[in-house]
């Protein structure tokens, strides 16, 4: 499957890729590293990003239960093996009624004790029930946005704080969740977030709670596409979200995370964790009945 629209991948290159590694990257080291003294320009690959979104349309349509979901399964994989051939890497197997769906969660600097949890959803959803052509709506949807940016931003964060991992101080996972994305009849019977609820329900087999301590769950999820513009996620622990808007402010993004956001509320991945008491917050663009981004949930993202 190729991308019909460059767009989509070039400002994902231009801006997610560079302001999302960015904020994420400055809140880990905040205790090690100042704006003043790290380009991100000179670490973070914007080739190797597009690439990575590329990879997962060339895949197909990573609707849960597919081939095409467990070779995507499989290229995370392979891209964390290729950072380090040793990476600690658990496949979480679990079903929604009777389709096997896999959560991946990847583990660095396990030899800290508190843990920070970077996570995007990366299956794409089964039909495009909010097409303005009424014969696509059955369609499935290629998720260059919602679904594959978080992703690929997510692989590309790993390969850079992996070089850089001596300026961390906490275990960091970072989190690949199947079937977010199929709630509103985009698969029959199913709800939103399976893949997190079921993550979050067998949270306690991934770490020990008696010696480790998740700090806090930073959710990416559609960082890509035209004229963005983050929300204020009313779900999301405000003081994370707010640092993380600061950050991002401070960087010259003041389009993006402007000082007074569209606020809205999401049911998203964080969801469970902060029904955990876990801090948690969504870094989502302004999606919804928005005329700068009318391809949620088409055929054309």
């Not at 019909?4 to 997610?16: Q, R, S």
């Not at 080291?29 to 597009?50: C, H, K, R, V």
């Not at 003041?254 to 007074?260: C, D, G, I, L, V």
Request: glycine residues 6%; negative net charge; proline residues 3%.
């Amino acid at each position: 499957m190729c991308i019909n629209k460059k767009y989509n991948i070039l400002i994902l290159v231009a801006f997610a890729c560079i302001a999302i590694f960015s904020i994420v990257f400055l809140f880990l080291t905040s205790n090690n590293l100042s704006i003043q003294n790290y380009n991100t320009e000179l670490e973070f690959n914007g080739d190797n990003a597009y690439n990575y979104v590329q990879d997962q349309l060339d895949i197909g349509f990573r609707i849960p239960g597919t081939e095409e979901r467990k070779e995507s399964a499989q290229y995370f994989i392979s891209k964390f093996l290729e950072i380090d051939s040793n990476f600690t890497y658990i496949i979480h197997n679990f079903t929604v009624y009777t389709t096997e769906c896999q959560n991946i969660l990847f583990k660095a600097n396990e030899e800290y004790d508190n843990v920070i949890i970077l996570g995007a959803h990366y299956d794409s959803r089964a039909k495009a029930t909010r097409d303005p052509i009424s014969e696509n709506r059955s369609k499935p949807v290629p998720g260059a946005n919602d679904g594959a940016s978080g992703a690929a931003v997510l692989i590309e964060l790993a390969r850079v704080l992996y070089g850089q991992k001596d300026n961390l101080s906490s275990e960091i996972w970072f989190l690949f969740f199947d079937a977010e994305d199929q709630g509103g009849n985009g698969i029959l019977g199913w709800d939103w977030i399976e893949g997190s609820e079921q993550f979050v329900n067998d949270l306690d087999d991934f770490y020990d709670s008696a010696t480790e301590n998740i700090e806090s769950m930073i959710l990416l999820d559609m960082v890509g596409g035209t004229n963005l513009q983050f929300i204020n996620e009313q779900y999301s622990t405000s003081s994370l979200l707010e640092e993380l808007f600061a950050i991002g402010r401070n960087l010259g993004y003041t389009n993006e995370f402007p000082s007074n956001p569209v606020s809205r509320s999401i049911i998203d991945d964080h969801i469970g964790f902060l029904d955990l008491g876990i801090p948690s917050a969504d870094l989502i663009i302004n999606f919804w009945d928005n005329p700068s981004w009318p391809y949620h949930h088409t055929t054309e993202d």
